[in-house]
């Protein structure tokens, strides 16, 4: 047989085959049609991995992206707080990084936006979950920002945007009204922040609030929970009950969860269950906050760990550039996964892992599933993520975009 495809990448290295023993991969119509160690046929583009590592495309389960290059509109405060000792002064850091909403506009945003948004064409990540501040101060204007930038991208990046009520529900008076609107404008995910409310009462309302407004929107949830230093929260176990019981298993998704740390263990086995029943997947961000989740014991526990950028230079991180590699290169150190199974896991959370706590379908490299991948330099997973260097090539959607 002697097919036509619109793009055949030849010479790849891929995960699953022994080093060496190299494989064609063609693509049509935006899908892999074939993978074989020589393909028949041609292409308009064809490329030459060379040898090189052929995976997955990155996907990135959590960006503030209405926030990137802030941090040069503030001072280093609410920096200090969120990385202070024993992360005691979380709150507070929130609540400083708060004032530069006061300055919100859609125009300026959009432009930070664009840059991060090229990075992250430049480093393969394809897919993103991005957060958009609603509340009295920002108002919709990180929202309209990120709708723009969806549809600006579209066929590149998939942006998943989130109407996240940053400053809470309950304490912040004009949000239940703006992120109604958030939502019929067309966000995609509705994002709460329940350990930000200052009673248990009030942390329960808050994640009803969210889960009624996914519900009626027919939207998956996300929320970042017990994002402090304390290890009395409970929003983690809140939402994953609250999922359960309005159905929504495998459509709400965990973030931060740094308290996690510090649960005592009969009661991290008890929200590790929880989180299976619920279909809950939790993202971690060890490089942003002092405190991460235990991933280690989530993965043996057979919960779904990912790992998120979180922050692009803003109040609560100075770096970050879409880079997913470099973001795992960053993991391995500070969760100690340095063996090479270790590597192996997290080049599966920056990937296949991230992509299925996205709730994205058939995310993967084989035939008949969507062609995004990123064509690296390197031939294995040390080397990738050892220099994490922008991909020699990166497809989305079965097309060259980089
Ligand atoms: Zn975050």
Not at 38 to 61: C, K, Q, W
Not at 75 to 82: F, M, P, Q, S
Not at 265 to 290: E, I, R
């Amino acid at each position: 047989m002697n097919a036509a495809y619109d793009l055949i990448i030849r010479n790849a290295q891929l995960r699953s085959r022994p080093a060496g023993s190299l494989a064609d991969l063609g693509i049509s119509a935006g899908r892999i049609e074939g993978i074989a160690p020589r393909l028949e046929g041609s292409a308009a583009v064809e490329l030459d991995a060379s040898g090189g590592l052929v995976t997955e495309s990155y996907a990135n389960p959590h960006l503030h992206l209405c926030k990137v290059y802030t941090l040069q509109r503030m001072d280093e405060a609410a920096l200090k707080d969120y990385h202070g000792a024993d992360m005691g002064k979380a709150m507070t850091a929130i609540e400083l990084a708060a004032r530069v909403k006061e300055q919100y506009d859609e125009r300026w945003i959009i432009e930070n936006v664009r840059r991060a948004l090229k990075d992250a064409m430049r480093y393969g990540c394809t897919h993103i979950r991005a957060f958009a501040d609603v509340d009295g101060k920002a108002r919709l204007e990180g929202v309209k920002a990120l709708l723009r930038a969806r549809e600006e991208f579209k066929g590149v990046i998939d942006l998943q945007v989130v109407a996240f009520a940053q400053d809470g529900i309950v304490r912040e008076p004009d949000a239940p009204a703006l992120m109604e609107q958030a939502m019929a404008l067309g966000a995609d995910v509705a994002g709460g922040i329940p350990w930000i409310e200052y009673t248990e009462a009030d942390i329960l309302e808050h994640v009803r609030f969210i889960f009624d407004l996914a519900v009626r929107h027919n939207k998956d949830v996300s929320m970042l929970v017990d994002d402090a230093g304390d290890p009395g929260l409970r929003s983690l176990e809140a939402m994953a009950l609250e999922a359960l019981r309005r159905g929504w298993q495998g459509r709400a998704l965990a973030h931060h969860a740094r308290a996690m740390a510090l649960y005592p263990t009969p009661y991290f086995q008890k929200a590790a269950a929880l989180l299976k029943k619920a279909g809950m997947g939790v993202v971690t961000d060890p490089h942003t906050g002092p405190l991460h989740a235990r991933v280690r014991e989530l993965l043996a526990e057979g919960c779904l760990v990912c790992l998120g950028q979180d922050d692009i230079s803003d109040a609560y991180y100075p770096f970050g550039r879409n880079n997913m590699p470099e973001v795992a290169f960053l993991a391995a150190h500070l969760l100690w996964f340095t063996a090479r199974e270790d590597l192996e896991t997290l080049y599966d959370m920056i990937t296949t892992r991230a992509a299925q706590a996205m709730g994205l379908k058939d995310f993967a490299l084989r035939e008949g599933a969507p062609a995004h991948l990123v064509v690296l330099e390197h031939k294995n997973i040390i080397e990738a993520l050892r220099y994490h260097e922008a991909p020699r090539y990166v497809i989305s959607h079965g097309k060259l975009v980089e």
